[in-house]
């Protein structure tokens, strides 16, 4: 195939022509990734609002007079819209917006039109907009992250195929060489999306199909494959494409091993999708479907060992450890927090366990580990790390940024103690018919305040996050010493891939 006009391929001949040609790389994708990352920001702080209102209806249903009239503020309804503005409007955003720096990046090609990714983010932006707006409607149908209707599921297939042309053109013409890590889990994150997320919808949303809605019982076992998938071969890939960039980047030094970072994608890949049927331990499906689902999840632990392993041993053998950066404390405690989620979601599992963890606050828990703990934190460094760069501006508060992740951090982790425990004296008291369900609501009435003070700390965590990337944006004046530009370390030396 020949190359196309608006597409260049650049070739670095020194360090100086090499850095002149990054530059022009990032002004390139300047407009597309600023557009992703703006609305990203936007998503993020109307998810911490819906959050922060359906943890307070939990915890004092009716305690919002001002609001509990309106029907579409209701639990109900503002759950499930918080979720979707969390993993579409804010993870999947900021993610699309990463994908095209590293992508343009390491292929080392810019490309000269940027219509496509914009035209991608504006019509995602509107497809997330109208899903929300739907489910606030009253419009949702109960399939937690399936609550789109078909329409706005379209206007999201529509604009990933517009972000996926683009992305098939960059990698076409990526100059030739070794594919970096971070390449493959993007590759991956980006079929598996438009695999999973056609397939379910078709099968579960799409209205007088010939081949759906699937029938009976088996659309649970089709949504718990998508949401599994989701997660695992969506959100995680992008995730961890992020951390294999910028841990060695921070470092200034390979990734430890080629062939553990090799086992660990093709293990993950393999494993991550199928582990979705272990939810329905007891339920009314066959016995083997279960258990392939709980051996999956334990089976999982094999890429996160590998991940965990790949990335301590590559800190670990570091001459100058990267840990006063504020951009590698993100990224290396959502790595962190990705090990710990992997093995949690194992043990949650097993039957053994399972059993007094199903229907509980622990798996809400669980969740908020991946998004939160492991997504965020990693999207929140690579924000940190690229709008500097992209518009060649200084971070002029830095305790800002500081603040937010410790405050971020100390949030967290209240939120996640807490649903733990209360989930598991909540799980317990399910199991022991002589507990009311009366009293295990008063049982769990200090958890749900305590949730609900932690969704508080959350979102103030998130609107520094917003005001410190407002004034990142909003800088008049350009850096024009880099060597004052933030994290220059990572930008003196070439890219670093794998040993």
Known sequence: MSQPAISETIPPDNLSSERDDREAIGYAVRVPVLTFFISAVFWLLVSSCFGLLASTECHRPGSLTILSNLPWLTFGRVFPAFQNALVYGWLSTGGMGVAIWLLSRLCNTA???????????????????????????GGANGRALLDFPFPAAFLLLLAFLFFGIWAVVVI???ESGSVSVSEWYIFAALLCFAWSFTTANILLNLPLSPIGPAPGVSQGAIHAWYEKSLFGLWLAPLALAVAYYIIPKSLEKPIYSYKLALLGFWAWIG??????????????FPVWMVTMGIVTNVLALVPVLAVAA???????????????SLVFRFVALGAMMFTFYGFEAATNSLRATGQFTQFTLVILGQNHLFLYGFCSLILFGAIYYLLPRLLDRRIIFEGVADFHFWLGLVGFALLWFDLTIGGLIQGFGLQDAKVSMDAIGDLLKPFLMIQSVAALIIFAANVTFAIAV?????VPARVRNRSDAPETSMERTPEVTVA
């Open 310 to 324: 790949n990335f301590h041993m590559t800190t670990r053998s570091a001459a100058e450890p990267g840990g006063s």
């Open 271 to 284: 494993c991550a999708a199928f582990g979705g049927m272990a939810v329905f331990i007891g339920g009314p």
């Open 470 to 474: 407002g004034l990142i944006l909003l």
């Open 172 to 174: 076409w013409n990526r």
């Open 111 to 137: 490309y000269r039109t940027s219509y496509l990714p914009v035209l991608s983010g504006v019509t995602w932006n509107i497809g997330v907009g109208v899903g929300i707006l739907s489910i606030l409607g």
